[in-house]
């Protein structure tokens, strides 16, 4: 059984805030606060440059790929730490490309994060062998699958949407047809059950300041199918995923295993924060928390459609067919957000007129799905959100 009560308590969430941003970016774990403060005085402070090997700091990005691979049914040694998302999907790509060298198509959708088809087109570019990136409509991903395709490179959970993919049969899909698979699990990790071994996944990516509360910047993973460990080629061959990074080679040779995914010095203080942030998913059952989660926003779908009709559902109904989020439209979308923001109800907006909400059972309840509601109700209802502050844009939405 998991306790959401015991869980809540973990969290730092201010006063006064209801906070349906944790798929954006995840509270801060209170303990993080108490380890972050250790790796600084007591590690790096006193240990100094020791600190690589008598507090482990060498082999951190290890450790910690261990436990997030717990929660995406990844076996041991198989998921690193290290670098952005962004830089994780470039690794994965070109990996992926260079295990299917006779295709040129790599197939993702317009649901897709805009980073990951960013970094396929700069990567396809760089590569210069006639490869191109075909985007189609998610409901069309599957019938795009054929054997032009070396590579599908989708996103499990749409950002805008929470539309979600079936994972596991995309993968036999695109293995049927000769396709490798790169899965970003950015929004599904810590939201959903995610079994990469089950699915066939051959590789993963995802981030881990979104649903795991690791922190604005904290690293992401990649993970590695058991399959492809000996011979995924890391086409950012830095030293720390060489095979002697202490040797000093002037050649590189890949590192065994996944340590090859590695690539420069670890953020050795942003993972003393997430590694503390995991310790909340030590004591929660995932199927627990996706039972809560699709409570959680069915209620605030029912409550919003009841009570503010002039919003329209921008998800999918099914919340077996969701991730951990609900979309609404509007075309005021995002000033609406921005009173909502001003009384304590924080969620996001997503250009054109999508405002996005997050559910986290580990510190969210029924309680804020309806205090959200009441406040996104009285915005409307009083045309709130009609003023010239609300409609200035942040660089930051
Ligand atoms: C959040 C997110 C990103 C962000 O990438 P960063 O390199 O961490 O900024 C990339 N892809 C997807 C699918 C995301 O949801």
Redesign the pocket.
Known sequence: MTDFTKTRTLFHLPEGIIYLDGN?LGPLPISAQARVARMMGAEWGEQLIKGWNSARWFTQPRRVGDRIGRLIGAQEGTVVMG???????YQALAAALALNPDRRVVLSDNG?????LYIAQGLLKALDRELELRIVDPEDVETAIDESVAVLMV?E?D?RTGRLHDMKALTARAHAAGAITVW?L??STGAIPVDVAAAGADFA???T??YLNGGP?AP?FIYVAPKHLETAQPALSGWMGHAAPFAFDLEYRPGSGIDRMRCGTPPVIALAALEAALDAWDAVDMAAVRARSIELCDLFISAVEKRCPDLVLNSPRDGNKRGSQVSFRHPEGYAIMQALIAQGVIGDFRAPDSMRFGFTPLYIGDSEVRGAVDVLEHILTNRLWDLPEYRRKAAVT
């Open positions: 954006s670098d952005t998302l962004s830089i994780k999907v897709n994060f805009p980073s990951d996103t959970v950002y970003d950015a929004h990516v995802g981030c300041y979104k910047g992401a």
